[in-house]
């Protein structure tokens, strides 16, 4: 099966700052990469995927890429806030499994 | 579209009670997913289904755990009898599609066993 594995398992930025949050998954066939965003004591919520036909997706200050060959993807947030502060998971698809999480936390 | 709706909220019950959560998925939705999130274990897939039939249930603990989906619109955990291990965050979801689509989760519902 699957596995996903997510670095870092926090991670501490300043107000401003860039964050990037690394994904590796074993399975070849997974062409669906979905993360997810958990605020604390809330619910999980998509922020923004990519599939395996593409290498970059922006949307405002998120990005993700992904690099089949290396079979690695990671998630950029630029322009850090303190709102973004919350627990990150990334996942990958040929069955859907979810990494341990990332704790972002941005100081003001 | 109110998006999935689970219940109860919390849950707190002595060891050896039945437990029932309940799910409704996004209205359309073909594919039901429950998950567990744990601190030690993170979110983990118990079973998930399609068009009401269960697809995998190989997440599923052991046998004190059971799903049920005897309609498009609920579904059902059920844990009897309940130990405090169990104790997690249950988390329903839904898609249009299988896990390549994206997945609509519910609120959770924290369960608490003594």
């Known amino acids: 099966g699957e596995n996903v594995e997510q670095h870092p398992s926090t991670l501490s930025v300043q107000e401003g700052d860039s964050a990037v949050i690394k994904c590796t998954y074993s399975?070849?066939?997974?062409?669906?990469f979905p993360w997810y965003k958990q605020e604390l004591g809330k619910r999980p919520q998509l922020i923004i995927d990519?599939?395996?036909?593409?290498g970059e997706k922006k949307d405002q200050r998120i990005a993700v890429t992904l690099n089949k060959t290396a079979k690695h993807f990671s998630l950029h947030i630029t322009e850090t806030q303190p709102e973004d502060s919350a627990v990150y998971f990334c996942?990958?698809?040929?069955?859907?499994?979810f990494g341990k999480g990332t704790m972002l936390l941005v100081s003001p | 579209d109110a998006g999935v709706i689970q219940s109860p909220r919390h849950e707190v019950t002595e060891m050896g009670q039945e437990v029932t959560l309940r799910c409704k998925p996004i209205?359309?939705?073909?594919?039901l997913f429950w998950y567990r999130q744990t601190m030690m274990r993170g979110l983990e897939l118990l079973i998930y289904?399609?068009?009401?039939?269960?697809?995998?249930d190989s997440g599923m603990p052991e046998d004190r755990f059971s799903a049920k989906m005897p309609n498009a619109s609920f579904s059902t955990l059920k844990i009897q009898p309940s130990e405090p291990r169990d104790s997690a965050v249950y988390f329903c979801?839904?898609?249009?599609?299988?896990?390549?689509?994206?997945?609509?989760f519910g609120d959770g519902t924290r369960l608490s066993i003594l």
């Open positions: 990519i599939r395996s036909n593409v």
């Open positions: 996942a990958a698809y040929s069955t859907l499994t």
């Open positions: 399975d070849s066939a997974s062409n669906y």
């Open positions: 289904f399609n068009n009401n039939v269960p697809i995998d």
């Open positions: 209205s359309g939705h073909d594919y």
């Open positions: 979801a839904s898609s249009l599609g299988q896990g390549n689509q994206p997945q609509h």
